[in-house]
């Protein structure tokens, strides 16, 4: 009976180590084709505006006139598309009037710089003098220098004499407003909240919760600065200056660097970490105008002004889809194979 209790263990170590290689080879290839394929799946989107407001106030009207008034009136748009194609042709019509439309979506680390790089060297390999960029702009802020990157990014904009307004529906705080401030000219909604100038850093302690487990926690480090406060250590009055000193330091980069594209603002006022809405940041001058982006849309589709939303998109495909099972799979054998040690 013991015989066949060992022999039966062995056996089924055997096949699990069976399944185990074959479940990491399964996930490896696919991995090396979704990685070979990656490329492919990267896509650059360009949706007209200008054909979207039409249809949406096409509909409208086929509900609100009469057949002869909407035949009128298709008539009367025909004309007007034809004499705005003749222009073309004949090389009459305004160059370099093109809005393109990009959206930032911000979270702590601001992730969606990854799109907007692409997406404005897109814009950047196209455009022509005269055309802008309106930037939908929604972020309560994050890490420093993940807001920097993003507000560089916006930089390579107005370096190559591409006018940038970002509009603010809802919210540009702290790193957010980090990036709008490098706008030729920024927009907020009423309700908006803008502004927080300000560095904020939390540390949790629990130095006295090892203490009392009798745990000892030893860091060793090489420079006298180069660990402050920490997680786990007792940390000095010494280290609690240091850390203010480098949070008053990033501090000061801030204000210099949104008093260098808003030279109008009174900075010491308005980089106490305070935020206010839409209509008291204008009053701050924080802002330039209070309106929504879609005032700024349909404003530009009345002026003939050709509006392209532009969106840089990876796509999850079957491969992609794939990956993620066979991923799935060799955990689930790694789990069972740990269980049963």
Same mark, same amino acid.
Request: net charge positive; glycine share 8%; proline share 1%.
């Given at each position: 009976?013991?015989?066949?209790?060992?022999?039966?263990?062995?056996?089924?170590?055997?096949?699990?180590?069976?399944?185990?290689?074959?479940?990491?080879?399964?996930?490896?290839?696919?991995?090396?084709?979704?990685?070979?394929?990656? =490329?492919?799946?990267?896509?650059?989107?360009?949706?007209?505006?200008?054909?979207?407001?039409?249809?949406?106030?096409?509909?409208?009207?086929?509900?609100?006139?009469?057949?002869?008034?909407?035949?009128?009136?298709?008539?009367?748009?025909?004309?007007?598309?034809?004499?705005?194609?003749?222009?073309?042709?004949?090389?009459?019509?305004?160059?370099?009037?093109?809005?393109?439309?990009?959206?930032?979506?911000?979270?702590?680390?601001?992730?969606?710089?990854?799109? =907007?790089?692409?997406?404005?060297?897109?814009? $950047?390999?196209?455009?022509?003098?005269?055309?802008?960029?309106?930037?939908?702009?929604?972020?309560?802020?994050?890490?420093? %220098?993940?807001?920097?990157?993003?507000?560089?990014?916006?930089?390579?904009?107005?370096?190559?004499?591409?006018?940038?307004?970002?509009?603010?529906?809802?919210?540009?705080?702290?790193?957010?407003?980090? =990036?709008?401030?490098?706008?030729? %000219?920024?927009?907020?909604?009423?309700?908006?909240?803008?502004?927080?100038?300000?560095?904020?850093?939390?540390?949790?302690?629990?130095?006295?919760?090892?203490?009392?487990?009798?745990?000892?926690?030893?860091?060793?480090?090489?420079?006298?600065?180069?660990?402050?406060?920490?997680?786990?250590?007792?940390?000095?009055?010494?280290?609690?200056?240091?850390?203010?000193?480098? $949070?008053?330091?990033?501090?000061?980069?801030?204000?210099?660097?949104?008093?260098?594209?808003?030279?109008?603002?009174?900075?010491?006022?308005?980089?106490?970490?305070?935020?206010?809405?839409?209509?008291?940041? $204008?009053?701050?001058?924080?802002?330039?105008?209070?309106?929504?982006?879609?005032?700024?849309?349909?404003?530009?589709?009345?002026?003939?002004?050709?509006?392209?939303?532009?969106?840089?998109?990876?796509?999850?495909?079957?491969?992609?889809?794939?990956?993620?099972?066979?991923?799935?799979?060799?955990?689930?054998?790694?789990?069972? $194979?740990?269980?049963?040690?």
């Amino acid at each position: 009976m013991i015989e066949f209790a060992i022999d039966y263990g062995l056996f089924l170590a055997k096949a699990a180590t069976v399944v185990l290689a074959i479940g990491l080879l399964v996930g490896w290839l696919v991995s090396a084709i979704h990685h070979a394929r990656s =490329m492919s799946q990267e896509q650059l989107e360009v949706r007209n505006i200008n054909r979207r407001l039409r249809r949406m106030a096409d509909r409208l009207y086929g509900e609100l006139l009469s057949k002869r008034q909407l035949k009128a009136h298709q008539k009367q748009r025909k004309a007007e598309e034809k004499r705005r194609a003749k222009e073309e042709k004949l090389g009459k019509a305004p160059a370099g009037r093109r809005l393109f439309v990009l959206d930032f979506d911000g979270d702590i680390r601001a992730s969606d710089v990854a799109h =907007m790089r692409d997406e404005i060297t897109a814009v $950047l390999q196209v455009a022509e003098a005269g055309d802008e960029v309106l930037l939908r702009l929604e972020s309560a802020g994050g890490m420093v %220098h993940s807001y920097g990157l993003a507000a560089s990014q916006l930089k390579r904009l107005r370096d190559n004499g591409v006018r940038l307004t970002v509009a603010v529906d809802k919210l540009a705080a702290s790193g957010g407003y980090m =990036m709008a401030c490098v706008a030729d %000219h920024i927009v907020a909604a009423p309700f908006a909240i803008i502004g927080s100038i300000g560095v904020v850093a939390q540390i949790p302690n629990f130095n006295r919760v090892l203490k009392d487990k009798h745990i000892d926690y030893e860091l060793h480090t090489a420079g006298d600065h180069k660990r402050t406060l920490t997680i786990f250590g007792e940390n000095s009055d010494a280290a609690r200056a240091k850390f203010r000193q480098e $949070l008053e330091a990033t501090h000061g980069l801030f204000k210099d660097f949104v008093a260098r594209y808003r030279s109008e603002l009174d900075i010491n006022a308005v980089a106490t970490g305070e935020h206010w809405h839409g209509s008291q940041a $204008l009053e701050r001058k924080l802002v330039d105008e209070i309106a929504t982006s879609d005032d700024l849309l349909l404003k530009a589709a009345r002026e003939e002004r050709p509006v392209f939303e532009i969106r840089y998109k990876r796509r999850t495909g079957f491969v992609a889809r794939l990956a993620g099972s066979a991923t799935a799979g060799v955990r689930s054998v790694l789990h069972m $194979l740990l269980k049963q040690r």
